[in-house]
């Protein structure tokens, strides 16, 4: 069974620490590791990583794929408190014609001031 | 002016209602999808499709129906669903499969 494992569930931090997310998987067939944030409802897509290594980087944000180990890290520094939501890790499977997309329970991130 | 849009963004309805989500998305997208985000569970994908075609069903019951009539439309009919159907229900785009998703606002469902 295809599993994607997020840790922690939930983090509280202060304006200006430095964050990390945590988002393992065991899957068939990976494609690509995506990363989202959901605030309220929609979520909102962050990262696509398909390559081991490869650091990709949006502001504040950053995040990198480990093929061998099977995980990925959300880097978010000098955290705002725009930056509360809760952070979804997906893997992408590949198979014939078939799609599929797992993802993770999420960790919640609260930033207070 | 959001690229998904989704209606209506609440609904309640009783386990005998018939009722009907609509997503839209205005980004020339190929391929559409429903996700189903019930509380305290990793989101859950549901039906896919490409060119109007269905690629994807994830085990969902029959009381789901979903129609693509063209690319820029899905919808997700419902009849007869449980209280155990409540969640917010996303719909997501992207250009082909395989490439980013972009979702909707969701619809708040609510079966009593």
């Known amino acids: 069974e295809d599993k994607v494992v997020q840790s922690p569930l939930s983090l509280v931090v202060h304006e200006g620490d430095t964050v990390t997310l945590n988002c393992s998987y065991e899957v068939t067939n990976f494609r690509s590791l995506l990363w989202y944030k959901q605030e309220k409802k929609a979520p909102t897509f962050l990262f696509m990583l398909?390559?081991?290594?490869i650091e990709k980087k949006s502001g504040r944000l950053s995040s990198i794929l480990d093929k061998k180990e099977l995980f990925s890290i959300l880097n978010i520094t000098a955290t705002q408190t725009g930056d509360s939501a809760v952070y979804l890790c997906a893997v992408e499977l590949s198979g014939g014609s078939n799609y599929k997309l797992t993802f993770g329970k999420g960790t919640l991130l609260t930033v207070n001031p | 002016e959001t690229g998904v849009t989704q209606t209506p963004r609440h609904l309640v309805m009783g386990m005998t209602n018939k009722k009907s989500l609509k997503c839209e998305q205005h980004?020339?997208?190929?391929?559409m999808y429903w996700y189903k985000q019930s509380a305290k569970k990793p989101l859950e994908l549901m039906f896919v499709y490409n060119f109007k075609e269905q690629t994807e069903n994830n085990s969902v019951p029959s009381r789901f129906s979903p129609e693509c009539p063209n690319s820029s439309h899905l919808f997700l009919h419902l009849h007869t669903l449980q209280p155990e159907d409540s969640a917010l229900y996303l719909c997501?785009?992207?250009?082909?499969?395989?490439?980013?998703?972009?979702f909707g606002p969701g619809t708040r469902l609510l079966v009593l």
């Open positions: 997501a785009s992207s250009p082909g499969l395989g490439q980013t998703q972009y």
């Open positions: 398909t390559s081991s290594g």
């Open positions: 980004l020339g997208h190929n391929a």
